[in-house]
């Protein structure tokens, strides 16, 4: 499981036009499933968005975490994150779940994270979505778990 997480003053997705999930500041998680991804890698995962420190403390250093500030999570299913681009000029997708089982964990992920946190969106499983954030730093990590 990857996640590309950027820490962001507002985000949105949008399907079809319509608002489907929106936060303020906080972090924008693009979450690629690839085969495999266990409930126990989906918790850390869980755990880790709401960790993992890049948030400013009073020093201005990243210390604090989304649970520490209390920011919104926005979780976008992204499966070309998992893709395979090692060579060639067109990325394989062999290395990405198929569509039913990152559906599950996608959901699993969710209520990990919801279970845990308030505050934290959605974007729409398999639809096109287009995705609208202001990045704040710029700062983006990629997370494994």
Same mark, same amino acid.
């Given at each position: 499981m990857l996640a590309l997480i950027q820490r962001v003053s507002e985000?949105?997705?949008?399907?079809?036009g319509e608002v489907v999930g929106q936060i303020g500041p906080g972090l924008l998680a693009l979450v690629g499933i690839e085969?495999?991804?266990?409930?126990?890698?989906? %918790? *850390?995962?869980?755990? =880790? @968005?709401? #960790?993992?420190?890049?948030?400013?403390?009073?020093?201005?250093?990243?210390?604090?975490?989304?649970?520490?500030?209390?920011?919104?999570?926005?979780?976008?299913?992204?499966?070309t994150l998992a893709a395979d681009t090692r060579s060639g000029n067109r990325?394989?997708?062999?290395?990405?779940?198929?569509?039913?089982?990152? %559906? *599950?964990?996608?959901? =699993? @992920?969710? #209520?990990?994270c919801r279970a845990r946190h308030g505050g934290v969106e959605t974007g729409q499983f398999g639809a096109h979505m287009v995705v609208s954030l202001v990045n704040d730093g710029p700062v983006t990590f990629l997370l494994r778990a």
């Open positions: 985000a949105a997705v949008r399907v079809d085969p495999g991804d266990d409930e126990a890698r989906t %918790e *850390r995962m869980a755990d =880790r @968005l709401l #960790a993992y420190r890049v948030f400013a403390d009073e020093a201005g250093r990243m210390n604090r975490s989304l649970a520490q500030t209390g920011g919104g999570l926005l979780l976008v299913s992204q499966f990325p394989g997708f062999s290395t990405a779940a198929p569509p039913e089982e990152a %559906e *599950r964990t996608f959901g =699993r @992920l969710v #209520a990990a």
